[in-house]
């Protein structure tokens, strides 16, 4: 009889066990996946802001002179208006101020 | 004796489970933590000020006005980051020169920092200039 309690309470523990770390695992991995989601959406946008930033206009944006480029200078006629939701923003100079510039994933 | 071992038992399977339990919260953070590119790009943000400040002429006379401590300089370039970190997002920009300093959209309290340093020539002399970005 008394085995039989022990046993009963064995299962219990354990079916408690898994099913709580099945819906602990479910949510996490859930989360885990959707963060990863978010951060290479980050690094497509940063990636993509920064090859733009050192690119000759009018492929990128970067001012370029006899084959000079200028850094952190953006050519007076690149656009550097950006869309909302998440974009990787710059700081560069446009005809002499300081101006903002995204790339958006 | 039997009934003694009998408890025992269950207290052990219950002790287990318990172990368990902490085990597994201590590794949950891993598996919650999310990858963010906030410090990279800051970090990114505080060279291009750094770069974009010392590459144009103006900014660049601004910043040694500043250094000499013309009066207006200050509020000029002040003035001058705010309106670009209104576009950027919760920055605040801190520029530190031959011991004096400037801040810009510097509001709230901020748990992070980064830096950029540039070495600069004002005509006679070249001086060492701070950007500092701080962001939560």
Not at chain 1, 79 to 84: C, G, K, T, Y
Not at chain 2, 1 to 11: G, V
Request: one cysteine or more; glycine letters at 6%; aromatic letters at 12%.
């Amino acid at each position: 009889m008394s085995f039989s309690w022990d046993f009963v309470a064995a299962i219990v523990l354990f079916l408690a066990l898994c099913s709580s770390f099945l819906v602990v695992f479910t949510s996490s991995s859930t989360a885990l996946r959707e963060g990863i989601a978010q951060g290479e959406e980050q690094r497509a946008s940063l990636l993509q802001a920064d090859l733009l930033l050192k690119t000759c206009f009018p492929e990128g944006v970067a001012y370029c002179e006899n084959g000079f480029l200028h850094s952190h200078v953006a050519h007076p006629q690149a656009n550097l208006s950006f869309e909302s939701g998440f974009c990787a923003k710059r700081v560069v100079l446009q005809n002499g101020g300081l101006e903002v510039f995204g790339a958006c994933a | 004796m039997r009934l003694k071992s009998k408890s025992f038992a269950s207290f052990e399977a219950l002790l287990s489970l318990l172990f368990a339990v902490a085990a597994f919260s201590l590794i949950l953070p891993s598996f919650s933590s999310r990858p963010s590119y906030s410090h990279l790009n800051a970090f990114q943000l505080a060279q291009d000020f750094a770069e974009a400040s010392l590459a144009s002429p103006r900014l660049r006379g601004e910043i040694i006005s500043f250094k000499n401590g013309v009066a207006g300089a200050e509020e000029s370039l002040a003035g001058e980051y705010a309106g670009v970190l209104e576009k950027l997002g919760d920055y605040c920009l801190e520029v530190r020169v031959e011991g004096k300093r400037l801040e810009a959209n510097c509001v709230l309290a901020h748990s992070q920092r980064v830096s950029a340093r540039r070495m600069a020539f004002d005509g006679e002399d070249f001086f060492e200039i701070e950007f500092s970005l701080y962001f939560s």
